[in-house]
């Protein structure tokens, strides 16, 4: 017998093994699937996948074959990888110097013949092989060889997807990663730099009310700026520490409420508001909502439309419907409108279409991303539509 030798690329070999995070996982029908064609196409009884490890031969899938691995050194596969044909041929075992007396030839389970074709990844490195066995001698058709050849391409492929989905996940869990570290990052900063504003916002009003009569109107203008500024990051920062962890902290209970009390609840919220027209429309009875999530997404799309409107009355219709699995709102105003490009990019944190409101006070850029943030964490989707000079309308999707 001549054990096989160590391929001339060993440890880049294993290296890109192991990168496919698959050696000992469980059965997979996918990769059974073709051992099984392969067997069947070839009319033998066995037929493997096998990965060659550092010390060991390992079978992702095994037909025919109850053993899971044997040693490397008695591997028909091991060879195989070094076979500069491609594909390692062996018709009768017994006949073969580096095979005759091999332990798997004269011992279980009798490997006689042999075919075993390489599993190359896109870099040119033998990963195992798809192979077949016999227990007796015989030769593959030219069919049966190509058939087996087009077999193994399907196996590297589903290596090749195998790999691709675990860069996927390791990419979305770094990004989740990154996600939280930001979060946590801009409400620990909001918090730690809210005292500081405070202390300038308050001496700065003490200042003013002692001297007031002691500086001139340009003195005085300086400080009432300086105060409206602090008040403006004051606010900015409250939102900020509202888009990083207040959303997370919102309890997902959803509770039966009629259209008639939520219709209700929201309209009395604006009941004071003079240039507000808040119409609803819908055909539904009653909702299975987490009303405190739905009246937060509600009243920061009415308020905006408030807030940037370029009309003497404010007219926003709320529309109510249902989808099999989902509730459907769709808030509409008679606005400005939005520019077809920024129709997407207005979901997306500290995006600005306009410097201030319509009452002079600078935006955040945090209050449709906390829309979305919410729309999300309801299982629902959320889309702007819009006509210049007509209004804009915003439809999102809640998970009943």
Not at 235 to 264: N, P
Request: net charge negative; aromatic share 8%; hydrophobic share 35%.
């Amino acid at each position: 017998m001549i054990a096989p030798e160590k391929y001339i690329k060993e440890a880049e070999r294993l290296t890109e093994l192991k990168s496919y995070n698959i050696l000992d996982t469980l059965p997979d029908q996918d990769y059974d699937g073709l051992t099984k064609i392969a067997a069947q196409i070839c009319e033998v009884p066995i037929a493997l996948i096998s990965l060659v490890d550092d010390n060991r031969q390992w079978f992702k899938s095994s037909y025919g074959l109850d053993a899971t691995e044997t040693p490397r050194d008695v591997s028909f596969c091991g060879h195989a990888i070094n076979d500069k044909n491609n594909t390692l041929i062996v018709e009768d075992a017994r006949k073969d110097e580096r095979f005759f007396d091999n332990p798997l030839v004269i011992g279980g389970p009798e490997v006689i013949f042999y075919t075993g074709v390489p599993l190359k990844s896109s870099n040119g490195l033998p990963l195992g092989t798809l192979c077949v066995i016999d227990s007796k001698p015989r030769v593959l058709s030219d069919s049966q060889n190509e058939a087996l050849k087009a077999l193994s391409k399907q196996v590297i492929n589903l290596l090749a997807l195998r790999k691709k989905n675990f860069k996927l996940k390791d990419l979305n869990t770094q990004l989740e990663e990154k996600n939280s570290d930001l979060e946590q990052f801009a409400y620990a900063a909001s918090h730690d730099i809210k005292s500081p504003l405070s202390n300038i916002s308050n001496l700065a009003g003490m200042f003013l009310a002692d001297y007031k009569n002691k500086i001139d109107s340009n003195g005085v203008d300086i400080i009432e700026l300086i105060l409206k500024s602090t008040e403006q990051s004051y606010k900015f920062l409250d939102r900020l520490m509202e888009y990083s962890t207040k959303l997370d902290q919102l309890e997902d209970v959803k509770e039966d409420v009629t259209i008639t009390a939520f219709k209700k609840d929201i309209l009395e919220y604006y009941a004071n508001d003079p240039i507000l027209d808040l119409t609803f429309t819908s055909t539904l009875k009653k909702l299975h909502i987490n009303t405190v999530i739905i009246g937060q997404i509600l009243t920061n799309l009415i308020n905006n439309a408030e807030k940037y409107t370029d009309k003497p009355t404010v007219k926003v219709n709320v529309d109510i419907s249902e989808t099999e699995t989902h509730y459907k709102f769709i808030v509409s105003d008679n606005g400005p409108g939005i520019k077809e490009e920024y129709l997407e990019k207005i979901f997306k944190i500290f995006i600005k279409l306009s410097k201030t409101d319509k009452y002079g006070n600078e935006g955040s850029g945090l209050g449709l991303p906390i829309v979305s943030k919410l729309v999300n964490k309801s299982g629902g989707t959320i889309k702007a539509s819009s006509t210049i000079g007509e209004g804009s309308s915003f439809l999102f999707t809640i998970l009943k």
